[in-house]
């Protein structure tokens, strides 16, 4: 994060558009929307130092409603899209919103290699498990035995993508999940992320009223992580798998190098073997 863009004078509901939100009502998202705006002004950020970049779907409104630069962009692109800001304009603090369908079906090349790259980005995923603007299909995180949308009636049949595995594995430097229901708990995690110098990733359980009503359930189903913070990504990766989805908190963080432009020519293979410790 650039601190040269602090302001001293803004609230939460300075940061918060004129537009209003058409979520549905009881919609997790709202409290995702409370909680970056909060963040923001936490962390004294002034607007025109902000931009906030998402693909489609009904998380990928959030720049909207947000008063700070912002672009609404294509399925699946929010995260080249926010490479290319970032590496044109380091100055500001760019966060990236989308959901799981956008996030991690058409957009999951994308993720994978905007983890690897470790470029200073805040990437906050708000995951219920369901496409919702398409109103109801089977996204990649959905159980394989939810049978409610008319394209899966039997359910899917495959095993749910898991974002906190999959990030791990693919280089992420600091991998957290949060939970709609827990306003206090997920903007303190946004304030960690954003100030993360690196590829920041935020999984949201953030639960859809419309679509997965049985998602009120998750209020009695989430808890604190039982494991401190690591920095050991074999540590991370132990528990991460033998999580149950439903742990809360910084799971894994580490200073790894972050990729600008102008050392993408100058890094040689020893140059990373010293930086991230091989």
Request: charged content about 20%.
């Amino acid at each position: 994060m650039d601190v040269a863009g602090i302001t001293p004078t803004l609230r939460a509901k300075d940061y918060k558009s004129d537009v209003a939100p058409v979520w549905c009502p009881g919609c997790g998202h709202f409290a995702v929307l409370s909680a970056v705006t909060k963040a923001l002004a936490h962390l004294k950020l002034a607007k025109e130092r902000v931009a906030m970049i998402s693909g489609i779907g009904c998380s990928s409104r959030l720049p909207a409603y947000v008063d700070a630069y912002g672009f609404h962009g294509i399925h699946g692109r929010a995260l080249p899209i926010a490479s290319g800001l970032k590496a044109a304009r380091p100055d500001l603090t760019v966060i990236v919103a989308g959901g799981d369908g956008d996030g991690f079906s058409i957009g999951g090349n994308h993720f994978l290699h905007a983890c690897r790259r470790n470029m200073d980005l805040t990437y906050i995923v708000m995951d219920n498990e369901v496409y919702g603007m398409t109103k109801g299909q089977a996204s990649p995180t959905t159980q394989p035995d939810w049978a409610k949308s008319k394209l899966t009636p039997h359910g899917t049949g495959m095993r749910p993508f898991l974002p906190t595995a999959i990030a791990l594995a693919a280089g992420a430097s600091f991998i957290a999940r949060g939970f709609a229901g827990d306003p206090n708990g997920l903007t303190k995690l946004l304030v960690e992320a954003i100030e993360h110098p690196g590829f920041a990733f935020l999984q949201v359980l953030s639960p859809c009223q419309t679509f997965r009503p049985e998602q009120k359930e998750w209020k009695h189903l989430v808890h604190p992580s039982d494991m401190a913070p690591t920095d050991d990504p074999v540590e991370a990766a132990r528990f991460i798998q033998a999580d149950d989805g439903m742990a809360l908190g910084l799971l894994y963080v580490r200073r790894l190098p972050v990729w600008q432009p102008q050392n993408q020519a100058t890094a040689t293979t020893a140059d990373l073997e010293r930086e991230f410790a091989l």
